[in-house]
């Protein structure tokens, strides 16, 4: 399998496979690989001659600078995690920070139409501008065909669709259902982090989102949100940051239900020092 840490080697790997008139599938990520990066890799190889897999913790993402220093960098078994599934049409770019952002690790500015601004981008500033220039930088140095994003990060995935939009990025931007563990708890690289009495009582998050997803279906949104708010009230162990439901286009939370619309309930969870997110369908 090859491993690439300069954007350079891999693009003139890249150039020589698209002479070829292969195409390639890319799935970017900040490592800790598990079974629901897999899943996104799988979905590349069924459709790509070759898929490239990144690996980058992006410094500009976090607000919180702890998270940064503590989030698991375990290079060596993503690579032997993604060998199981093929050593030849898999590929790996590995930078370093200097490699993708040079001497200046700031984030560009972006307006992705207000999108940015709601649920996530409330809660951590400069969440997205630093989502935007990675992922800029990443389509820049990969120049994929097809790229995978889960569907866990949906916000993020809507983003990532305006990004591509508004610079003509030639690359198709394709959402996966989110991957869980046999509980419901949604896949996350930040999940290893969990403390044993904090994995037990995570699937909650899951089994609150199908209950409120019921409600939605006879029950207003101010409802079924106060419902939710009272049952992470009984939970000592986790402790809800955010629930709201938004139109899947705008985001922007719901004021009344319309059948033409669909909806998305979006949750965030410190479960301990842990945060968590995930999201679900009502409609």
Not at 193 to 200: A, D, Q
Not at 231 to 241: G, N, R
Not at 248 to 277: M, N, W
Request: hydrophobic share 40%; net charge positive; glycine share 6%.
């Amino acid at each position: 399998m090859k491993v690439f840490h300069h954007k350079s080697e891999l693009s003139d790997h890249i150039n020589l496979l698209k002479g070829d008139g292969k195409s390639l599938g890319f799935v970017p990520t900040m490592g800790a690989l598990h079974e629901g990066h897999l899943a996104l890799v799988k979905a590349g190889l069924s459709t790509n001659d070759f898929v490239v897999v990144s690996i980058f913790v992006n410094p500009t993402q976090f607000d919180n600078q702890q998270d940064l220093v503590k989030y698991p960098r375990t290079l060596d078994d993503d690579v032997a995690l993604l060998k199981t599934l093929s050593e030849s049409t898999i590929m790996v770019y590995a930078p370093t920070v200097e490699d993708l952002y040079g001497d200046k690790v700031l984030s560009e500015s972006f307006n992705f139409g207000g999108l940015e601004h709601e649920m996530e981008g409330a809660f951590r500033a400069g969440h997205f501008d630093g989502v935007g220039t990675v992922v800029k930088r990443l389509f820049e140095a990969v120049k994929p065909d097809n790229a995978y994003f889960g569907e866990k990060d949906f916000q993020q995935l809507q983003i990532i669709k305006k990004l591509v939009s508004s610079y003509s990025i030639p690359v198709e931007v394709i959402g996966c259902p989110i991957h869980r563990a046999p509980d419901g708890l949604a896949m996350s690289s930040r999940n290893t982090r969990l403390t044993k009495e904090h994995r037990e009582a995570a699937p909650f998050i899951y089994k609150t989102l199908k209950s409120a997803k019921t409600k939605f279906g006879t029950k207003s949104a101010k409802t079924v949100s106060e419902w939710v708010v009272k049952q992470f009230k009984k939970q000592s162990l986790l402790k809800l940051e955010y629930f709201i439901i938004a139109d899947t286009e705008t985001l922007k939370p719901i004021k009344r239900k319309s059948t033409k619309k669909t909806y998305r309930a979006f949750i965030a969870v410190y479960a301990g020092d842990i945060r968590l997110i995930d999201n679900i369908a009502l409609n």
